[in-house]
């Protein structure tokens, strides 16, 4: 046992332990309880599930939303991505930042400008052409917010693969005597498909599971539309006991619907992946657009209008008004609506709140992802496999079937009861706790694949050659290994910080009387009667989410950033 | 001299990969030694064993006469007090030449650690160049800065992985003379690992050939060279042709007309049919001998490298020019080797 200890090491032995120990509890315990309840459940629970229409219709909406959106982005994100990618656009750069945005300002941003714009009874645009022409409560306004919001997956997923395709696989089919369309159509978009696809599949898992948009667009509605997650988060809200039978068999219907669609995508591609792309050859011609360009540049700014401009600009102009009726005359402008919300009591506490807890998530993330990918690529524990695979999974299992899991297994106080005087008892509902958890654990699939792809560009001999030198463990992972992944690090903090900050799907149904946090609160500012302060908060969020990444790619020389 | 480094019975298991097997070696103190053998013959293996690198799966590693590897016992590397190379030099992109060098000094904690980093980078002529960092440095100056820091704080052994593979031919010469000269003026303990012969046979006091996880054969280079105590190790060490031969008893062996006295490999035949191993340089040709025909011509410079093919032998043959290709020939060997089995 000594020497066995000798040669691990201990402190190298209780980090990692302790690493995959906290894996197990926080991501095996909530899914695992989720599972095991899943399995329980009796007979009766399944067919009140099924045999109630209001569900039937969740799931069917669900799906309708799903395959909306996943349709909506390639229409959109296919041209889009030809465009950056592949032709002489002009003002490329700057069209392609501005396209960006909406793929790092959270969705339901979009949706509570929507609301504003194209509500059938008071929005701008159904005013201003004097009728009830647009209907952002239903299916396919879910499906025009969110296709605008996860647009850029597909266009950036499509343009960078186009940028890194060797120039001469399409040059030869030019020559072959095909024209611009069937080079496009038989060999550009196959050869992107792989990167497509899985933009595509991430699209799709992404709508069926999101919850902020569908429930903004719901809670105003004369009819409004449940899809399954908001429908979870009802049958939890109203009756957190009797509820939860129901929400883990909706649970169940979301994971077939949320894994199995891209699961059956990644099927029909499957057959024909292929890796053509290297990362050496760059684009060398560029296809011109010719008489297309001023088309070609209209479509782009209409995109851009859409899912930038106009609900940013709207979000910014409701937040200044004084009177939401008044319109946007000079006199209706001011920014007592920010000292409002500013001075009041809620806004700063929860501001506080999302602030600690996306720190706090993005630093324990980080440092447990580290040692997560350790385990994984330096060492041969075995099990590490697994490990690598559970830091992974949270983030591919719907945000609001995590929470479930994480009300079943710790909404009440779990005691460990060593000795008669000794006892650790786990105590998680409405904490901080459980929501700084829940994000860390919601996102670590970021730090653990950073630090993993920084430990797999990183030769094993340097962290040798400091114990060489004379260096423990401990001293080498601090004075070679870690200043060496930091790049690497610092992006992960950041695409845990950015998200958790804003987080609204896990937090709605994790948070406590004491716990608000900015998406909590601009929820309910918005579902009951404060559509300005709504706007306030959306704008702040907005530009501190910009701003963060602004400043992380200026940090960083334009390495880091979303 | 005595013993510095020592493995006894040695054995390292990866899973179901056995790679090395049960090997026995000691390393006198200030002794240059050479781990040679093809790639997967366990060489690296065995060096990252006696750093704790990696530890046996069985046997002991003893270095300076305590053991810091058997039963019960292991001491991280850490604690070794040696000095490694490594094959990618393995030098601290984020820390300049001086702070790389200085490292295993400062951990001692001592008071004088640039001082001491300033003056081995002198001993490696890398003088001037303290505040650089490894990415403004050409591949043969990371080679120094990663052998500073392997002697500065002093170690009892200085391990060498491949130390010169990543290095054009040219500046490979170069260093390994410089290398050699500045161990021998240190006098510490030396082992290398290596595929390449040439570095082995002139960088070392004896060289140890490696082969599926055991050691061949341990010898100094001329001994290797001249006198391999197997088939394996005369075809290793060097180029070698063998000829169809009539062994005659103590070491006489006739090949074609000519008879010569040869080294008898273990396992050889005493008497009877045999192959003899012959060189390039101890063939040459003559007016009568072994008949046969130049198939291939390679001017390399200070010499001619011919190759000539007999009736049922092929071999090379180093000499001057005077031959063309298709020209009929007759060779002579001047020694040999008798292979056994």
């Given at each position: 046992m000594r020497v066995w200890l000798e040669r691990v090491g201990l402190g190298r032995l209780l980090v990692l332990g302790c690493s995959g120990l906290l894996l197990l509890v926080f991501i095996g315990g909530p899914l695992g309880v989720l599972l095991i309840e899943a399995i329980g459940a009796g007979p009766e629970v399944w067919s009140g599930a099924i045999g109630s229409a209001v569900n039937r219709q969740a799931a069917l909406h669900t799906v309708q939303l799903a395959l909306g959106t996943l349709a909506f982005t390639l229409l959109l994100g296919i041209p889009l991505g030809w465009l950056f990618g592949a032709s002489d656009l002009p003002r490329r750069d700057t069209w392609r930042a501005l396209c960006t945005l909406p793929y790092v300002i959270p969705p339901y941003i979009g949706a509570i400008a929507w609301i504003h714009l194209?509500?059938?009874?008071?929005g701008a645009l159904n005013k201003s052409i004097g009728g009830q022409v647009f209907n952002i409560y239903s299916v396919p306004g879910m499906v025009w917010v969110l296709g605008l919001a996860f647009t850029p997956f597909i266009f950036m997923a499509v343009a960078s693969s186009l940028e890194r395709m060797d120039p001469t696989l399409e040059e030869a089919a030019r020559i072959s005597g095909a024209g611009p369309l069937r080079v496009f159509f038989g060999i550009t978009l196959p050869l992107s498909l792989p990167a497509l696809a899985s933009a595509a599949s991430f699209v799709t898992a992404a709508s069926a599971a999101s919850f902020g948009v569908p429930y903004l667009l719901s809670t105003g509605a004369a009819q409004p539309r449940w899809v399954l997650t908001t429908r979870i988060y009802q049958a939890l809200d109203l009756s957190p006991a009797t509820g939860r039978p129901l929400a883990v068999a909706l649970s169940v219907g979301l994971l077939v619907i949320g894994v199995g669609l891209p699961t059956l995508g990644r099927l029909l591609e499957g057959s024909r992946s292929f890796t053509t792309v290297t990362g050496k050859a760059a684009r060398g011609g560029r296809w011109s657009l010719g008489g297309w360009r001023i088309p070609a540049q209209v479509f782009v700014g209409l995109y851009a209008l859409m899912g930038v401009i106009l609900p940013l600009g709207t979000l910014l102009a409701t937040s200044l008004m004084e009177n939401l009726g008044g319109g946007l005359a000079l006199e209706n402008l001011s920014f007592d609506n920010y000292v409002k919300v500013l001075t009041g009591d809620q806004a700063p506490h929860a501001l506080f709140n999302s602030l600690i807890l996306a720190a706090g998530a993005a630093s324990a993330g980080v440092v447990l992802g580290t040692f997560v990918a350790y385990l994984r690529e330096r060492t041969n524990t075995p099990g590490r496999g697994f490990l690598a695979w559970l830091s992974a999974l949270p983030y591919a299992v719907p945000g609001t079937v995590l929470s479930l899991g994480f009300i079943l297994a710790f909404s009440q106080p779990i005691s460990l009861v060593v000795a008669e005087n000794l006892r650790f008892t786990l105590e998680l509902k409405d904490t901080l706790w459980i929501l700084g958890l829940a994000y860390m654990v919601k996102f670590l699939a970021f730090p653990v694949g950073n630090a993993r792809s920084g430990l797999l560009a990183l030769h094993p001999s340097l962290e040798e050659a400091a114990r060489m030198s004379g260096a423990s463990w401990g001293k080498a992972l601090r004075d070679v290994t870690f200043p060496l992944l930091r790049p690497n690090l610092v992006a992960a903090w950041l695409l845990v910080f950015l998200p958790a900050f804003s987080e609204i799907t896990m937090s709605i149904l994790l948070f406590g009387p004491d716990t608000p946090v900015v998406g909590t609160l601009l929820f309910n500012l918005q579902a009951y009667g404060d559509p300005p302060g709504a706007a306030v908060l959306a704008v702040l969020v907005a530009v501190l989410v910009l701003g963060g990444n602004l400043l992380a790619r200026r940090l960083s020389g334009g390495k880091v950033g979303l | 001299m005595p013993v510095q480094v020592q493995l006894d019975a040695v054995h390292k298991r990866f899973g179901d990969v056995h790679v090395v097997r049960g090997l026995s070696l000691s390393i006198d103190q200030g002794e240059v030694l050479c781990l040679l053998?093809?790639?997967?013959?366990g060489k690296t293996t065995t060096l990252r064993m006696v750093a704790g690198l990696e530890v046996p799966t069985q046997g002991q590693v003893s270095i300076g006469g305590s053991l810091v590897s058997g039963p019960g016992l292991f001491v991280p590397p850490e604690r070794r007090r040696l000095g490694m190379v490594f094959q990618s030099y393995a030098v601290w992109p984020h820390r300049n030449v001086l702070d790389n060098v200085a490292y295993p000094l400062i951990l001692e904690g001592r008071a004088d650690a640039l001082d001491k980093a300033r003056s081995a980078l002198e001993q490696v002529q890398l003088g001037g160049l303290e505040e650089r960092y490894p990415h403004q440095l050409s591949g043969g100056q990371q080679q120094r800065v990663a052998l500073a820091r392997a002697l500065v704080a002093e170690p009892q052994v200085l391990l060498l992985d491949e130390p010169l593979s990543n290095l054009d031919a040219k500046l490979r010469e170069e260093l390994r003379d410089e290398l050699r000269a500045l161990v021998k003026r240190i006098g510490v303990t030396v082992i290398v690992v290596t595929h390449d012969q040439e570095e082995a046979l002139s960088l070392s006091d004896r060289v140890a050939v490696m082969n599926a996880g055991v050691i061949a054969q341990c010898a100094a280079p001329q001994d290797l060279y001249?006198?391999?105590?197997s088939r394996f190790v005369a075809q290793f060490v060097g180029k070698l042709d063998a000829l169809p031969a009539l062994a005659l008893g103590g070491g006489r062996v006739r090949v074609g007309d000519i008879e010569l006295q040869a080294h008898p490999c273990q396992g050889?035949?005493?008497?009877g049919p045999c192959e003899l191993g012959v060189r390039p340089e101890s063939m040459s040709f003559a007016a009568s001998g072994l008949p046969g025909v130049v198939q291939a011509v390679s001017f390399l410079g200070s010499h001619v490298r011919y190759r000539v093919q007999g009736q049922d032998w092929q071999a090379l043959v180093d000499a001057g020019s005077g031959h063309s290709l298709g020209d009929p020939v007759h060779l002579r060997p001047q020694a040999g080797i008798i292979l056994g089995d």
């Open positions: 194209a509500n059938p009874s008071s | 053998g093809p790639s997967g013959c001249h006198r391999p105590d050889a035949p005493e008497s």
